[in-house]
């Protein structure tokens, strides 16, 4: 039904702008540029990465991901040839020097995070967030479990929410509700458990093997003796590059994961899904895809900076460079399936034997 007075159908709403909202990464992303001289620096003409990182004095990973969120907040330009230059907009307030320079704005920005974000809040790891990007990389990284642990086990819950309409967008999509034979699903970086059990709640034929660190998986049992759902999981502790995930699963679901993992490690990940795997089987991938040349969306373009601050080697990808990696390890067929979520889900199967 259209909207009324409209004669257009209604879009979904989607959590992306909430999100995006929540996060509050923008103005501390444009005072890390300021503070390493970015727009002072493009201010001379057009330069490519290399060269603002070696004229800035900061890591080449640091300059990437604050100069490609830069452009997602329409501050930055990119030409063909793979060089960054300002905008009217930064050029006019944001370059030192000029009359109206508005950049420390964003220093006192930074100060005023320092001074009310609690030690122990979820982001106060952005209060490092100049460091970060000179060193490209923090001081403890949560992708690690002795730093991780205890820090994703304290807000996955809340996460329940955001992605479940995407999971039961997922479960239609594999028409779970129809199966009549057992469906034996591997959930990596389970967390919350939201796939496994919206997978389940489709059909009692489901039963879901959750993997993440211990701490973590205390959340999972949690959620899923909540929804009742507790006797159709079993629980692997330990490490996704480590962990036994067993075999002949029929579906694997990593959902926002690679992001953490960055490529080398994702990589690795993905060819270990495709042994778990029963021939036929499909993998669906849940994250923040960015565009082919690294100019939108915005929120992907944020959450690689919230990457660069939070972990090792962490980013945002492409839906080509995923489905590169998942042809490599041997899916084939890798396709994007719309959502109403903040990220589209990308499929893939493992050939028949």
Known sequence: MNAPGTGATPEKPTPEKLIQLASGFAPLIVGAAVQHRVFDLLEQGPKTLEQVASESGASLRGIRAVMNALIGLKLLRKDDAGRYALTPESAAFLVRGKPQFLGALFGDVQVKWRATAAETGRWRMWLDINDVVRA?????????????????????????????????????????????????????????????????????????????????????????????????????????????????????ILGHILHTEGATRSQALLKRAFAALAPGGIIAIADFLVNEDRTGPPLALMWAVNMLVQTEEGDTFSFGEIGGWLRDAGFENPRPLENPGPSPLILAKKPEE
Do not use: M
């Open 136 to 252: 490209g990389k923090p001081a403890a990284p949560v992708n690690l479990e002795q730093h991780g642990g205890e820090y994703f086990k304290g807000f996955v819950e809340a996460l329940f929410a955001t992605n479940y309409r995407a999971a039961r967008t997922l479960a239609e999509a594999l028409g779970i509700a129809h199966k009549e034979k057992p469906v034996r699903v591997l959930d990596l970086a389970a967390g919350s458990g939201v796939w496994g059990i919206a997978l389940a709640r489709e059909s009692p034929r489901v039963t879901v093997t959750a993997v993440d660190w211990p701490s973590v998986l205390e959340i999972t049992k949690t959620v899923a003796r909540r929804c009742g759902l507790l006797h159709r999981f079993q629980f692997v502790a330990g490490d996704l590059l480590s962990a036994d995930f067993g075999v002949g699963h029929d579906i694997s």
